[in-house]
């Protein structure tokens, strides 16, 4: 039973990357209908969201079964690449090649796109060897820049062609791949206790994030980074 315990988590770790390589199939479909007359793209959009539900379940389930590891550890930072480091990349590499047939985006731009998940990768890597994140985060979260190319992309692909035009789009890409390697302080969601005091950032930017989504739909996964980024900005100022 301790052996089964211990897999318990790993399998739903596995379940995260595997979520990641479903979306990278689906976004290859970009607008064209998928399953149930839903665009690819979107589909892409829904796996993603799995990966980060089985990103948080695998820890939930080895703190609860007390089934920590170092092979967790790593086969977490492996999957989270994938979902959030490889996905986004190439989400983004098939938004641009779109965008390049019907806007006035150049078609080198999409190639831009992969270093999305090199900055992934880098800032995994560093983040398991890093003693000082434990309760925060030193860089953006690779859950966070997943979420915010999700709400790019889709801005892009409902007919904005200035977020595909390459004096948007790469500094975006550059920023969101500085940010992950940065020494940016960044609060983390974890609560030790759930009062006010202490978590009123965490609490904010939970109360805002269903707002963005109701009221933008996929385009609010986007501001809804930039809300967490301005928000950690300001915890690490006050």
Known sequence: MAAIRHYIPNTVTCINMLSGVMAIIATSYRTDPLWWGIAGYEWAYIFVGIAALADFMDGLAARLLHAYSDMGKELDSICDVVSFGVVPAIIMY???????????????????????????????????????????????????????????????????????????????????????????????????????????????????APILVICLGWAGMMWLIIAYLFFGFLASRL
């Not at 779109?98 to 078609?107: H, K, N, P, Y």
């Not at 890597?125 to 979260?141: E, M, V």
Request: glycine share 4%.
């Open 94 to 208: 098939n938004c641009l090649d779109w965008a390049a047939e019907s806007m006035s985006a150049l078609s080198w731009c999409k190639w831009v796109a992969l270093l999305i998940a090199a900055s992934a990768a880098l800032r995994l890597a560093k983040f398991n060897i890093d003693t000082r994140q434990t309760t925060s985060f030193i860089g953006l979260p690779v859950p966070a820049n997943a979420i915010f190319w999700i709400g790019y992309s889709s801005i892009c692909y409902n007919y904005h062609p200035l977020m595909a035009e390459w004096f948007v789009v790469i500094p975006a890409i550059l920023i969101l791949s500085w940010l992950m390697i940065s020494e940016v302080h960044l609060f983390s969601l974890k609560f030790k206790t759930w009062g006010w005091k202490g978590n009123q950032w965490r609490w904010i930017l939970i109360i805002t």
